[in-house]
């Protein structure tokens, strides 16, 4: 009973909203909401998992000597499958545009993207990926991919590589939210060592 009552308990954290006001300006706004405790055992794991994963997938990596931040840009790029600019970049990778300058330097420098300047804003910079970046990180993906492919067609039956796919697209949905007020708050009841 004791344990049940443990799953049941809600812990309050603060959460910072954007709400409409007037002629479609926001304001921010700070609310309390209430998270039972087994979403945040929840929330816990699968944070465990995703690290975990993560440094599984990135001892995989070819020996192309490119950080995460470097391929995540590459990522946006070939995704977006048109010229972006730095402050489009920025906000993808939550970073300040001066932020970028160094990795969209040294990508620009080995050939991996390309700065040109926008036709219609001569102010601007559009940067795209160039054909030895796709290839780079086509090849980096592929060898990542086919090793999970593997391990899940070895230890998953068809049910549970399918529940897989569905978890990918409930955390890819997570992970496109911008709320981030959790991490700023600095709220101590976030224990990551359950």
Do not use: C
Not at 126 to 155: F, N
Not at 171 to 176: G, K, P, R, Y
Request: hydrophobic share 35%.
């Amino acid at each position: 009973m004791e344990s049940q009552n443990r799953h049941r308990r809600k812990v309050i954290l603060p959460a910072i909203r954007k709400r409409k006001k007037g002629n479609d300006s926001e304001s921010t706004m700070t609310e309390l909401i209430q998270v039972e405790d087994d979403i945040l055992r929840t929330a816990n794991k699968v944070r465990r998992t995703i690290t975990r994963m993560g440094r599984r997938l990135r001892a995989l990596r070819s020996s192309h000597g490119l950080s995460a931040s470097q391929i995540s840009l590459l990522g946006h790029l070939y995704r977006a499958k048109q010229s972006m600019t730095a402050t489009d970049l920025a906000r993808l990778e939550h970073l300040q545009p001066q932020s970028l300058s160094r990795i969209i330097a040294e990508l620009d420098e080995q050939g991996l993207i390309r700065r040109r300047q926008d036709g219609f804003d001569r102010r601007q910079l559009l940067i795209e990926i160039t054909q030895k970046g796709k290839d780079l990180l086509v090849k980096d993906a592929d060898r990542q991919s086919r090793w999970l492919a593997q391990l899940m067609t070895t230890h998953l039956s068809k049910a549970e590589r399918e529940i897989i796919s569905v978890a990918s697209d409930l955390l890819d949905t997570v992970a496109e939210q911008d709320d981030l007020s959790v991490l700023r708050s600095g709220d101590p009841g976030l224990d990551d060592s359950r």
